[in-house]
């Protein structure tokens, strides 16, 4: 086996017992990037000198004793969202082609403080608006399992850099599903924290925890380790709240056998194509004997899509509206689209919807009294054309705009439970297929206990376990 084949936490292990040198690793993944990269375009700058460097200072810390954080040695990719000092950061923007920050915003600081080195940069779309991984600058991000089909978004970059193990643990973001979608169409591992868990400077609405910063990896072990070195308190966050990140450097499995679960096709909102729902209905065949109790159940979200439809305008005008002002011939679709579609919002309508997002986190959270885990896929559809912004139809019905076929996660995201995205096997047309495993309120750790379970539990068994596309050169792990 390769070292870029290794899990996050085996090469971490082995750096520390100095059986792997961080310059092997290094190596190891900088030429797996060289190889793989051309055919999928995921990543889109590299930082392979400085990498190095800290690779050579990491492997004279192990070799003289030093204390070691929890990521020593780990290769990382950021998505091109997160400022790097002294590395380039786009944000898939015209805008920014050669902007290079000075300073690294608090959650590159944090993993770069643990230990974690920065090889590259990842692909996303313009400012990460849109689940499709495409902009002006550097094009279009492939699937590796079928490089005509869609990667999803806007982590796309992130997802396919780690299915194709171009590095071992990766950033990524979320408002509607930017981490979940593309984890669910490459076969990864991803979690949408709670807000106030991995504290964030790039919010441009104060108290709003529709847009998260999360940990991407191929394992939940590896995904919960990450989280561990993205989890430092930063008070700059006024949504972030005091901690132990620690609680995140071992996750231990839940045992399954005591659990009340629910099981929802489509949280009884989201537009959710015929091929998924009997997809997921197999599945859930397949791994309901494993949980004390499982029922098919729709969580009360009825108006969820249209209220993440109103409370994102709110955000993406914030986010936005003076950059439209100064530079809108500069800007992609995705970003004038939506900014136009909040000038038609008005305040009254805005306003209804933030009780909306009210009433429907009571009524969700109410949900968890009765149950302890709710479970549903990670997309509405299976993967489709790389070269489709987004589905504009789901089996004959039309989308009422271009994030309403999200709807999977996107609801999820209006009452802001942490989500684990993991793989259950291949869809009926060879693509990965994923999973959305839902905790209670700022139960991280727990759920993240439930997906590792699943995790175990799907490895043994060859229709659940996950998918490595034949690009990537190795066998599961």
């Given at each position: 086996?390769?070292p870029c084949d290794?899990s996050?936490?085996?090469?971490?292990?082995?750096?520390?017992?100095?059986?792997?040198s961080p310059?092997?690793?290094?190596?190891?993944?900088?030429?797996?990037?060289?190889s793989?990269?051309?055919?999928?375009?995921?990543?889109?700058?590299?930082a392979?000198?400085?990498a190095?460097?800290?690779?050579?200072?990491?492997?004279?810390?192990?070799?003289?004793?030093?204390?070691?954080?929890?990521?020593?040695?780990?290769?990382?990719?950021?998505?091109?969202?997160?400022?790097?000092?002294?590395?380039?950061?786009?944000?898939?923007?015209?805008?920014?082609?050669?902007?290079?920050?000075?300073q690294?915003?608090?959650?590159?600081?944090a993993v770069?403080?643990?230990?974690?080195?920065?090889?590259?940069?990842?692909n996303?779309?313009?400012?990460g608006a849109?689940?499709?991984?495409?902009?002006a600058?550097?094009?279009?991000?492939?699937?590796?399992?079928?490089?005509?089909r869609?990667?999803?978004?806007?982590?796309?970059?992130?997802?396919?850099?780690?299915?194709?193990?171009m590095?071992?643990?990766?950033?990524g973001?979320?408002?509607?599903?930017?981490?979940?979608?593309?984890?669910?169409?490459?076969?990864?591992?991803?979690?949408?924290?709670?807000?106030?868990?991995?504290?964030?400077?790039a919010?441009?609405?104060a108290?709003?925890?529709?847009?998260?910063?999360?940990?991407?990896?191929?394992t939940?072990?590896?995904?919960?380790?990450?989280?561990?070195?993205?989890?430092?308190?930063?008070?700059?966050?006024?949504?972030?709240?005091?901690?132990?990140p620690?609680?995140?450097?071992?996750?231990?499995?839940?045992?399954?056998?005591?659990?009340?679960?629910?099981?929802s096709?489509?949280?009884?909102?989201?537009?959710?194509?015929?091929?998924?729902?009997?997809?997921?209905?197999?599945?859930?065949?397949r791994?309901?004997?494993?949980?004390?109790?499982l029922?098919?159940?729709n969580?009360d979200?009825?108006?969820?899509?249209?209220?993440f439809?109103?409370?994102?305008?709110?955000?993406?005008?914030?986010?936005?509206?003076?950059?439209?002002?100064?530079h809108?011939d500069?800007?992609?679709?995705?970003v004038?689209s939506?900014v136009?579609?909040?000038?038609?919002?008005?305040?009254?309508?805005?306003?209804?919807?933030h009780?909306?997002?009210?009433?429907?986190?009571?009524?969700?959270?109410a949900?968890?009294?009765e149950?302890?885990?709710?479970?549903?896929?990670?997309?509405t559809?299976?993967?489709?054309?790389f070269?489709?912004?987004?589905?504009?139809e789901?089996d004959?019905a039309?989308?009422?705009?271009?994030?309403?076929?999200?709807?999977l996660t996107s609801?999820?995201?209006?009452?802001?439970?942490?989500?684990?995205?993991?793989?259950c096997g291949s869809?009926?047309?060879?693509?990965?297929?994923?999973?959305?495993?839902?905790?209670?309120?700022?139960a991280d750790?727990?759920?993240?206990?439930?997906?590792?379970?699943?995790?175990?539990l799907?490895?043994?068994?060859?229709?659940?376990s996950?998918p490595?596309?034949a690009?990537?050169?190795?066998?599961?792990?």
């Amino acid at each position: 086996m390769r070292p870029c084949d290794l899990s996050a936490t085996d090469a971490r292990r082995l750096i520390g017992s100095k059986t792997l040198s961080p310059v092997e690793l290094l190596d190891s993944c900088i030429a797996q990037i060289e190889s793989v990269n051309p055919v999928v375009n995921a990543i889109v700058t590299t930082a392979f000198e400085r990498a190095r460097d800290e690779a050579r200072e990491a492997e004279r810390r192990v070799m003289s004793g030093e204390p070691l954080g929890p990521l020593h040695g780990l290769p990382v990719g950021f998505k091109d969202l997160a400022e790097t000092a002294g590395i380039r950061t786009t944000h898939g923007s015209l805008l920014y082609r050669n902007r290079v920050p000075t300073q690294d915003e608090p959650v590159v600081a944090a993993v770069r403080q643990a230990g974690g080195i920065v090889v590259a940069k990842t692909n996303t779309p313009e400012f990460g608006a849109g689940a499709s991984t495409s902009n002006a600058l550097f094009g279009t991000t492939r699937n590796p399992f079928d490089v005509m089909r869609s990667c999803g978004g806007s982590s796309g970059g992130s997802a396919v850099g780690l299915a194709t193990h171009m590095f071992p643990l990766a950033h990524g973001s979320d408002t509607g599903g930017s981490l979940r979608l593309p984890a669910s169409f490459n076969g990864t591992v991803s979690h949408r924290p709670s807000a106030g868990v991995v504290p964030s400077t790039a919010r441009d609405i104060a108290l709003s925890y529709l847009e998260v910063e999360g940990p991407m990896a191929r394992t939940v072990a590896d995904c919960s380790l990450m989280l561990a070195a993205m989890a430092t308190r930063n008070r700059v966050d006024p949504m972030a709240y005091p901690l132990d990140p620690s609680q995140f450097l071992s996750v231990q499995p839940v045992d399954l056998s005591g659990l009340r679960v629910a099981v929802s096709e489509d949280l009884g909102c989201a537009p959710t194509s015929q091929g998924v729902r009997q997809t997921f209905r197999e599945r859930v065949a397949r791994f309901a004997p494993a949980f004390k109790t499982l029922e098919w159940r729709n969580p009360d979200l009825s108006d969820a899509l249209d209220v993440f439809w109103l409370l994102r305008g709110a955000y993406m005008l914030a986010k936005h509206g003076e950059r439209f002002e100064q530079h809108a011939d500069l800007l992609g679709a995705n970003v004038r689209s939506n900014v136009l579609a909040a000038r038609q919002m008005d305040l009254s309508q805005v306003s209804v919807a933030h009780r909306g997002q009210l009433r429907l986190y009571a009524k969700f959270q109410a949900l968890f009294d009765e149950v302890d885990v709710l479970i549903c896929p990670g997309v509405t559809v299976f993967p489709f054309q790389f070269d489709q912004p987004y589905p504009t139809e789901i089996d004959g019905a039309p989308m009422a705009n271009y994030v309403h076929w999200a709807g999977l996660t996107s609801a999820l995201t209006v009452v802001g439970n942490p989500v684990t995205a993991i793989p259950c096997g291949s869809d009926p047309t060879g693509m990965p297929f994923g999973i959305q495993v839902v905790g209670p309120s700022h139960a991280d750790r727990f759920t993240l206990g439930v997906a590792h379970a699943l995790e175990q539990l799907f490895s043994s068994d060859p229709l659940l376990s996950r998918p490595v596309p034949a690009i990537a050169g190795a066998s599961p792990r």
